[in-house]
């Protein structure tokens, strides 16, 4: 394995691409679906589950570790691998996304942005500086750049300043991450749905010069087919030989749309936080597994499924417990969910390495077409 970060893309097939991230800490097949490990852990999941599921890579939030239960207290103990028992690649967001969602607490200028903890109220600032130095402190294998992602609807003004802002940005993180072999630096184009501001975004970051580049600000309100819009376009703006991250996205019509476009990386915390609520992604769509109509069914959430859940429970188990609110209820929905979106992720990976995509995306569409399986 190599010591330093590399890409190579192996496969194409119309816009989507076959790769493959080399790290010191392993290799990440592309394209991939990164679970989301917020405060240092996928809920409800332990990491040799998560793993288990096919994950190459986990996120971490660099806004909720500096809260709690810091950056310099992971560093003490040994960096966020070991905290957290994940030996693999781990890539953090900048914390930039979160803070914006605080709008009524935060102050944002040119230097950074100070806001107040949801937590307990203490004051805090975050600048393109001190995101590079938490994400130092965590040891994260992949670096995202400190940005400012507007919510959607903005007008256009609003979205071209915040770009511009978030580009100088780009360039005070670019100089704060400095040389660290094995360690990645991204990008992240932001331009809301206006393709003057992509390609300006996308211009000035390739300018800076990344190890790769993320396409921020969708999956914020815009709509799924505004966000393809914009996919339609904006990954070729991109550097070819570089990973492109989209990030936030999502649903798994969403993923296949997306790698349709030539996106290689994407994270979400859709699967973990629908395995809570009693929701089951399955090839043929969505499964509620409150509802009654499972209470009395003896099968599987998806026959063809190797999961767990699917091998040796039945919806009307998953269903009880559910219902009786048994922590066993969000531990199998969960593991059910990430091991659809990497076995999701293996069959797009598959058909684009035998050059099959289209038939694959027409069958994933059938299938979800088709809806669940009728009750007993």
């Known amino acids: 394995m190599s010591r330093r970060f590399s890409f190579q893309v192996t496969a194409t097939d119309g816009r989507a691409r076959l790769g493959a991230i080399s790290t010191p800490r392993g290799e990440i097949r592309t394209p991939a679906f990164m679970p989301v490990g917020t405060a240092a852990t996928v809920k409800a999941m332990l990491p040799e589950s998560v793993r288990a599921t096919g994950a190459d890579i986990l996120l971490g939030n660099t806004y909720h570790l500096m809260l709690r239960p810091t950056a310099e207290r992971i560093a003490r103990l040994g960096g966020l691998h070991r905290f957290m028992n994940w030996e693999r690649p781990i890539l953090t967001d900048s914390g930039g996304f979160q803070v914006m969602s605080l709008a009524d607490l935060r102050k944002l200028t040119e230097e950074g942005v100070t806001f107040r903890s949801h937590i307990d109220g203490?004051?805090?600032?975050l600048s393109p500086e001190r995101s590079m130095e938490i994400q130092r402190l965590l040891g994260s294998d992949i670096v995202m750049a400190f940005d400012e992602c507007p919510a959607l609807p903005a007008t256009e003004a609003d979205v071209a300043k915040s770009m511009r802002l978030s580009m100088r940005w780009a360039q005070r993180s670019r100089d704060a991450f400095g040389d660290r072999p094995g360690h990645a630096l991204f990008g992240i184009m932001q331009g809301g749905v206006t393709?003057?501001?992509r390609e300006e975004s996308a211009a000035a970051l390739r300018a800076i010069g990344f190890d790769g580049y993320a396409i921020g600000g969708l999956a914020v309100g815009e709509?799924?087919?505004?966000?393809?819009?914009?996919l339609d376009y904006a990954p070729?703006?991109?550097?070819?030989?570089?990973?492109?991250y989209l990030m936030g996205v999502g649903k798994p019509d969403d993923i296949v749309g997306?790698?349709?476009?030539?996106?290689d990386m994407m994270d979400c915390v859709l699967p973990s936080r629908s395995g809570r609520t009693g929701q089951a992604w399955t090839r043929r769509g969505q499964v509620n597994i409150k509802n009654a109509r499972h209470m009395d069914d003896p099968r599987p959430l998806d026959e063809d499924c190797t999961c767990p859940a699917c091998r040796n429970y039945s919806r009307a188990y998953l269903h009880h417990v559910f219902r009786a609110q048994e922590i066993i209820a969000s531990m199998l929905l969960t593991w059910h969910n990430l091991h659809y979106y990497q076995q999701l992720m293996q069959g797009l990976r598959d058909a684009i390495a035998e050059g099959r995509l289209?038939?694959?995306?027409?069958?994933f569409h059938a299938?979800?077409?088709?809806g669940d399986i009728e009750p007993v």
Not at 122 to 125: E, I
Not at 367 to 370: I, L
């Open 122 to 125: 203490s004051r805090h600032h």
């Open 195 to 197: 393709r003057e501001l």
């Open 223 to 230: 709509g799924q087919e505004a966000m393809f819009g914009v």
């Open 236 to 244: 070729g703006y991109l550097p070819e030989d570089r990973p492109r």
């Open 258 to 263: 997306a790698v349709e476009r030539g996106v």
């Open 358 to 363: 289209a038939g694959f995306v027409a069958g």
């Open 367 to 370: 299938a979800r077409a088709a």
